[in-house]
């Protein structure tokens, strides 16, 4: 199971992780283990990759908030210790969205990311026990409001 | 067309998924992130390196956890026993 879906794992862990190549692989240990211990509650009512897009997402939350307590990630930036993935070009206007994917209230900001990895509103309801309706809501709400905040952020 | 506006950006980041499954250098990820543990030597939990290099070579999926006293508990998904893995890994270390 982890063989066939390291690379969401690795997509998730690098998203929450806005592409800093150190934390990414810190977070891809996390979500693993975390995904051993919880192996015992997938019942495969859910598909496998749902599951496991779940339990990533969980521990990259649990994750953030246990860095909170610690100086930020732009603090680290601010000297000079970011890494950016390698390979992966990242322009100035990419990184502004997955800021501010990033800023988005928790369970919004899953919810966003799930959409645009592809899954559908009924799997993205599984995952957050919303019904589809309130998901197709929510992410027509989140994506206005994310178009509003970039075009801002654009023009200052 | 705006090639930086918000509606080419949505669509990239719609494609990552599909990038990374193409970029990632899934093969040596489990490998390298445990030979990064035994450079750093101070992860809060380390992949014991010759126990992933035999997940690798075995396809068994193997944790290597380091408790409080430094013991070394090792998790296997199944199928194999903790003995087995430690006897391959030792083959690979010897062979490295």
């Not at chain 1, 982890?2 to 891809?28: F, P, Q, T």
Request: aromatic share 8%; with cysteine.
């Amino acid at each position: 199971m982890l063989l066939r879906n390291k690379a969401l794992i690795w997509h998730i862990c690098s998203d929450y992780s806005l592409g800093k190549a150190w934390k990414v692989e810190d977070c891809m240990q996390e979500v693993i283990v975390s995904l051993w211990r919880y192996f015992d509650t997938f019942e495969g009512r859910s598909s496998e990759r749902t599951w496991i897009y779940r339990v990533a997402t969980n521990t990259m939350l649990m994750l953030r908030r246990k860095d909170s307590r610690y100086p930020t990630t732009e603090q680290i930036e601010a000297h000079g210790e970011l890494n950016n993935m390698s390979g992966e070009a990242i322009d100035d206007n990419c990184q502004l969205l997955r800021q501010l994917i990033s800023g988005l209230p928790e369970e919004n900001g899953m919810i966003i990311r799930a959409h645009l990895d592809g899954f559908s509103y009924k799997e993205i309801a599984e995952m957050t026990d919303l019904t589809e309706g309130a998901v197709a809501m929510r992410i027509a709400r989140t994506k206005q409001q994310l178009k509003e905040l970039f075009e801002k952020e654009i023009q200052k | 067309m705006n090639t930086n506006g918000f509606d080419i950006q949505w669509q990239k980041r719609e494609n990552a998924l599909n990038e990374a499954q193409n970029s990632v250098p899934c093969d040596d990820v489990i490998l390298s992130m445990a030979k990064k543990a035994q450079r750093q030597g101070k992860a809060k939990r380390l992949w014991v390196p010759y126990a992933a290099a035999a997940c690798l070579l075995s396809g068994v999926i193997v944790y290597g956890l380091t408790l409080p006293n430094n013991e070394v508990k090792f998790l296997c998904n199944s199928g194999c026993s903790a003995q087995d893995v430690i006897i391959s890994a030792n083959k690979i270390v010897n062979q490295e």
